[in-house]
């Protein structure tokens, strides 16, 4: 089993670059591919970004492609989540979710997920 535990969200200006951080635990968290969703207001939950149980393997939404970095280390059990030029469409509730070894950008594939850190981006 898998615990997570987001944190760095908060509120930033448009064009402002925020870091969040996905804290795992469970002595499994290394076989557990790690992914980054968000939901806005009366929005569906969106994938963002994920990163396979190596690290080795990163997926972007396209519209995040250049724009934000995934990366983990899994001595910390750790997931970061590097976003740069925030926009206010950005705002929203970023989750951590961990499923299995491979990543997917389908929230439907995740077994476990955090609480939830609050980006709010400001024009």
């Known amino acids: 089993q898998v615990q997570l535990v987001e944190s760095g969200g908060g509120l930033v200006q448009a064009g402002d670059s925020l870091r969040l951080s996905c804290a795992a635990s469970?002595?499994?968290?290394?076989?557990?591919?790690v992914g980054w969703f968000r939901q806005a207001p009366g929005k569906e939950r969106e994938f963002v970004a994920a990163?396979?149980?190596?690290?080795?393997?990163?997926n972007y939404a396209d519209s995040e492609k250049g724009k934000c970095t995934i990366a983990r280390d899994n001595d910390q059990k750790m997931v970061y989540l590097q976003m740069n030029s925030l926009k206010p469409e950005d705002t929203a509730v970023y989750y951590c979710?961990?499923?299995?070894?491979?990543?997917?950008?389908?929230?439907?594939?995740?077994?476990?997920w955090g609480q939830g850190t609050q980006v709010t981006v400001s024009s």
């Open positions: 979710a961990a499923k299995y070894l491979t990543s997917s950008n389908d929230a439907g594939d995740y077994r476990y």
């Open positions: 990163t396979d149980w190596s690290g080795r393997v990163a």
């Open positions: 469970g002595r499994t968290f290394s076989n557990y591919a």
